[in-house]
């Protein structure tokens, strides 16, 4: 054999190498999993942990950073993050007491002339205090359903424990679940696209009127699907009327089940729909300059601004195949300049393109109740108990029995009740920031 042919046959003889990003001099940032010193501390003494610290204790080889969640934000303020142990990605936010005012002019500001703004004013960030978490500094726990977000656990970054002078921690680090259908905004932008897009399906409708509803309901009331399904209607004794106050297109998430997740042939129709976001949430009881930090206060705080905003919600959801492209990112066309909240929408919620009814009269008609130039008042918790929910309810059992052939039919080269085509591309996180 030549020396030609022998160092081909080695070089063929080489086992293939794994590609990394090593290969490609990538450099990844890594996040530590980030605990008070007085919870690590804690953590190395005693197998007794809070379900925060035990969580905490799974991830001990820190993060890999995915991606920035809000482009528009400060870096790290809200970012999806990979667990080095498990290779679970999770959606880390960092909140800060004393936060930077980024409505302001900073840009060349020297750090200590920033303007700052107070965030909260509790011991806790309303995530924290409003969570589905087992904690001492929970103050009201997010029942265990689907249309609540899930926080695993939260800690103090490393070099920012600062306290105030009455004992609170200035910066929390706080990880939930992620969802992986992104946010129902990014649904309705592609609904609303003039090429692509059409009138968003009415099943799928009905599915976010019953679970946002749902969601507001317990709010306002303490009761679970579970009291709801036995007919109880009246709020629970001792119950604190919470106040979500940011229910909009964007703060609402999609999720498709994964692998271990109980699926069902429908899902593609009907996906869980989860109300996130509850960094400007106050219970109605707490003191007026609380209310005062977050900045879409309009007049005098009341369980009316959730309604109104569900109501906008959902009205926007029949409407937003029907806007000009100019404005079909304008989802919130119903705040004025002062940030005052509107209280009616547009009129023209039953045709498309003022020729055709694509939604039925009975999903209309429940929506007309949040016109307030029609009722005269915006609805309460009780109109969602008695009207609202049952009638979801019936309607998607009937689109339900229907069966998956049935509301995945293409009859009009452009409806189906299949939206998960809209969702999020998967794709697009699965390489880590470099």
Known sequence: MSLRSRKRRQVWDIPELAVTSATFRELHVKLPTERYREQAAHAASTTNLKPSDQWLDKHRGGFLLIQNLHPKAPPGKCILVESIDTRERFVNKRL????????QKTQGTELEHTPYKIAFDTWAPPDLRFARLSDPHVEVQLPNEPYFPKLYGYGFPSGHQAFDSEGKPDIFSLYFKRFNGGTLENLMLQYAHPEIGAPIPEPFVWHVMKQLSRAVIWLQTDLIRQDLDQGMKNPKPGHKILLHRRLRERDVFL?????????????????????????????????????????????????????????????????????????????????????????????????YEGQEQVYSD?????????????????????????????????????????????????????????????????????????
């Not at 452009?414 to 996180?429: I, K, L, R, T």
């Open 96 to 103: 800060q007491r004393y936060a930077p005012d980024w409505n």
């Open 255 to 351: 999720h498709f089940p994964e692998d271990g997740e109980d699926t069902d042939p429908l899902d593609c129709c009907f996906h869980r729909i989860i109300l996130g976001e509850f960094d400007q949430a106050v219970v109605l009881e707490d003191p007026p300059d609380i209310h005062s930090h977050i900045p879409r206060a309009a007049g005098e705080t009341g369980a009316w601004e959730d309604m109104h905003s569900l109501g906008r919600l959902l009205r926007r959801l029949v409407t937003v195949h029907d806007c000009t492209w100019e404005n079909n990112g304008n989802f919130d066309y119903d705040v004025d300049e002062d940030c005052e909240m509107r209280r009616f929408l547009s009129d023209n919620i039953t045709f």
């Open 362 to 434: 009975d999903l209309i008609r429940l929506l007309s109740n949040f016109e307030q130039k029609v009722t005269g008042a915006i609805p309460t918790v009780a109109f969602l108990i008695n009207e609202l929910l049952p009638r979801a309810h019936e309607k998607l059992r009937e689109f339900r029995a229907m069966g998956i052939d049935v509301l995945t039919h293409d009859e009009s080269d452009g409806w189906m009740g299949d939206v998960s085509w809209a969702a999020a591309d998967p794709n697009f996180e699965t390489t880590p920031y470099a």
